[in-house]
């Protein structure tokens, strides 16, 4: 007969017999080739910045990682095809912040960006570029508040209650404008043509292409949106600094997940963000790329900033309004 003691013991020892089987047994991952969705065309910014973090996260875990191009909707073709696959993280979201941040009218997404998506890791952060037309012979905000208060002046953006319509929507309110007019565009770059053939007088550009514009003198850039100074800028304000408000929306993209991943695997995914995003040749890449390194972004930090500027969106369209 056994006594308790020995009983114990022999339990404790089957227990122990059994822990790697059990380990085992677990899923290997990442099992099979990874997925980066990008809600945007091939060739964009998303699109360089995803195939930069693609390669890198290829090499450290040794497996195929992929990047597919999903865009339309504003974002939430690509986003809702991460939201309907399995989560067992071999397929990721790669977008920009706002995507999962604003509402875009007559766009209802299957999906809840507040707690359908959990953050992974923060990527790059800028602000944009706020730039006018030489033509319009204006060198300061100053100057250009005073125009707009004695005639029309045009403005385009990436669309209709887009992040560039609202901030310009704001700015003309906050000009007391006789009266902006707004163009919308399909994306930067057909706005930046219209830029420069003088159909439209001010928007909103990204850094790379605003000091490659001002550089030849295409364009005059007057300030930047966002919550900081550019590094590549780091001579021009921001618009907060100028006194204008409302006007903190930084351009950041960040790697999400389905908020259903297994607590290994999302481990595991910000592990290696953390890991990938600390590397001196990832930082250098992006900045190649005039982006700047979210460094230091916790997925923590990111959560508290998804859900906050969640809330100062919704606030800000309560406070303009109707928007056309």
Known sequence: MYSPLRRRHLGALAL?????????????????????V???????????????????????????????????????????????????GHTLLLTVTTQLTSSVPNVKPVYDPATDFV???GLTIAPMAFVVSPALG??????????????RLAYGSYGTATSTHVVQHLLGKQFKAVDMVHVPYRGESPMVADLLGGQVDMGLVGIGQGREMARSG??????????????????????????????????GVALYGPARLPAPVL?????????????????QLYRSQSNQPWLGATPAQLRERQ???????????AEVGPLE
């Open 138 to 151: 204006v060198s300061s905000m100053q100057e250009l508040e005073a125009l707009a208060q004695k005639r």
């Open 267 to 283: 481990a595991r995914l910000q592990e290696a963000g953390k890991t990938i995003m600390a590397d001196a040749e990832t930082q």
């Open 307 to 317: 859900l906050a500027d969640i809330r100062n969106w919704n606030k800000v369209l």
């Open 16 to 36: 122990l017999a059994l822990a790697p089987w059990a380990r085992a047994s677990e899923p290997a991952y990442p099992s099979r080739p990874i997925t980066l």
């Open 218 to 251: 295409r364009l005059r850039i007057l300030a930047v949106l966002g919550t900081q100074r550019s590094e590549f800028l780091p001579e021009v304000k921001t618009l907060t600094e100028h006194g204008y408000r409302q006007m903190d929306w930084a351009y």
């Open 38 to 88: 990008v809600p945007y065309p091939a060739g964009g910014n998303g699109d360089n910045i995803a195939r930069v973090f693609a390669r890198k996260l290829s090499a450290l875990w040794n497996t195929p990682v992929v990047v597919d191009n999903k865009p339309g909707a504003s974002g939430t073709i690509g986003a809702a095809s991460v939201h309907r696959a399995a989560p067992d």
């Open 119 to 121: 953050p992974i890791a």
